[in-house]
């Protein structure tokens, strides 16, 4: 009976410790919020089309937009460029990373910041 209770003990402690510091880590990575990650790009890499007023087409300057249409802009920016609908249009492709903060950011909730 002590032997068993010894070993339970210690597979407690065991797994405290394993859940405690694998949250400290989720916890250094920051999660991908549009206001820190997802407009820089935007702004960047889809002006002036979809930035109004210069820009006329499905408008991604605001939070709840980008948002809603999160998994088509996916969609389009993991085509390659000699596909139809590739994104950003005339321009040469996001790179992975890039395309990556965008899969990251659903991941994480679409959160705004
Ligand atoms: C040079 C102009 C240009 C740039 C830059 C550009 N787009 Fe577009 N985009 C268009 C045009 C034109 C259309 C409409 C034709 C079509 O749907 O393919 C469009 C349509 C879209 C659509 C479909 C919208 C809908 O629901 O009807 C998405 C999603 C999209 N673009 C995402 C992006 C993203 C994300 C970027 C930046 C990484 C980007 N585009 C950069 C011109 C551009």
Redesign the pocket.
Known sequence: MKRICTMLILGMAFVLTFCTSSQKLANKVPKVTYMANIEP??ST???P??IPPKGN??P?NTYAAVKS?VD??IR??KLNPTDK?F?????PK?SDSTVNVFVQWKADGLLEK
Request: glycine share 4%; aromatic share 4%; proline share 5%.
């Open positions: 790009i935007i890499s889809c002006s089309c979809h087409k499905e991604y249409d088509e802009i389009r920016v609908g994104m950003p249009m005339k321009h996001l």
